[in-house]
């Protein structure tokens, strides 16, 4: 019995042992499972793995059990590199991915296929938001401002379907708008607009005026 004791410690100092030391694994790696199925809690995939294909071996994949949540990277091979975060998706067990980073640095959140530093396919709330503009509106008030005058205003309206400096329709369908730039051109519009107010009621006094002299 002491024999077995004594068998037992030295069996678990060696595993103590073994385990602080760092440890160089070769092939891979199978944490929970040893399939490949998508329960797979963490999977290493080496480059020498014989079950990849010749152009996906050089691979590092992680993986936690389906329905729940997972990270996952691909590295070199024709699916090329990126990192993604996955959890369960509404319809069923099978994981979706929720945020996509790609070998630039782009992150996509609800979109694989990021093109801008941030993309997101989806709505976003957030109490407030701070935007770094490169020039504001006030020039309007420039004494050398040259206001265009409510005929011009009328004539490009009718011809083109919007007001002066700022895109169509079509434009922003297409190109989507830069926020700070948007909130600078609709604020020159309020300063125009103000100017004309401001003259019109100059005009009104001056009518007033005129009328009470008769």
């Known amino acids: 019995m002491k024999k077995n004791i004594v068998l037992i410690i030295f069996f678990v100092r060696g595993l103590l042992s073994m385990f602080a030391q760092d440890q160089d694994i070769k092939g891979s790696l199978y944490v929970g499972t040893n399939s490949t199925d998508s329960d797979t809690k963490i999977v290493l995939r080496g480059p020498n793995h014989p ?6 071996r050089d ?24 990192l993604q975060f996955l959890t369960t998706s509404d ?9 996509h980073i790609d070998k630039t640095g782009k ?3 609800g979109t694989t ?19 770094e503009a490169t020039g504001w509106s006030d020039f309007v008030f420039d004494k050398d401002y040259k206001l265009p005058t409510l005929s011009e205003v009328e004539k490009h309206i009718k011809e083109k379907q ?6 169509s329709e079509k434009e922003v369908k297409e190109n989507g708008i830069d926020l700070g730039e948007m909130q600078a051109k609709l ?10 107010v ?4 100059k005009q009104i006094k001056e009518l007033k005026e005129q009328l009470n002299e008769k």
């Open 51 to 56: 079950k990849m294909e010749e152009s996906k």
């Open 59 to 82: 691979i590092l994949f992680q993986y936690a059990s389906a329905g729940t949540s997972g990270i996952r990277a691909f590295r070199g091979g024709s699916w090329g590199n990126y």
């Open 91 to 99: 319809s069923g067990p099978d994981l979706k991915v929720r945020m």
């Open 107 to 109: 992150i996509g959140i």
């Open 113 to 131: 296929n990021p093109t801008n530093l941030l993309d997101v396919n989806g709505t976003i709330r957030s109490k407030k938001v701070l935007i």
């Open 162 to 167: 919007h007001l002066p400096d700022i895109p």
């Open 187 to 196: 604020l020159q519009k309020i300063e125009e607009l103000t100017l004309y």
């Open 198 to 201: 401001i003259e019109q009621d």
